[in-house]
């Protein structure tokens, strides 16, 4: 079993930044792979970036390439997502997820956290 906490979700304006934080415990495996996605109120699940376990392959979404970076600790077992120059279509609650490959597709993972809302107002 993988536990997976988000944290650092909040209100910001648009331009400012924000840095989630993606705590894992329980098995977690060094041979993992990290993701980030998003969901907006009755809009589908949206991959935003993942990392391998080596942090040597990282994908992200062209809607943020550019503004926000992925990266990880695995010494402190999280992962990190900085967020800069926020738009308003940004807003979505953000989940990470944990899987055997770096995929963007949601059923590639097997454990998710509890979701961080951020909201980005104009």
């Known amino acids: 079993q993988v536990q997976l906490v988000e944290s650092g979700g909040g209100l910001v304006q648009a331009g400012g930044s924000l840095r989630l934080s993606c705590a894992a415990s329980?098995?977690?495996?060094?041979?993992?792979?990290m993701g980030w996605f998003r969901q907006a109120p009755g809009k589908e699940r949206e991959f935003v970036a993942a990392i391998t376990w080596s942090g040597t392959r990282i994908y992200y979404a062209d809607s943020v390439k550019g503004r926000f970076t992925i990266s990880r600790d695995n010494a402190k077992n999280t992962v990190y997502l900085q967020m800069n120059s926020l738009k308003p279509e940004d807003t979505a609650v953000y989940y990470c997820?944990?899987?055997?490959?770096?995929?963007?597709?949601?059923?590639?993972?097997?454990?998710w956290g509890q979701g961080t809302q951020v909201t980005v107002s104009s």
């Open positions: 329980g098995r977690t495996f060094s041979r993992n792979a």
């Open positions: 997820a944990a899987g055997g490959v770096p995929s963007p597709t949601p059923p590639s993972y097997d454990y």
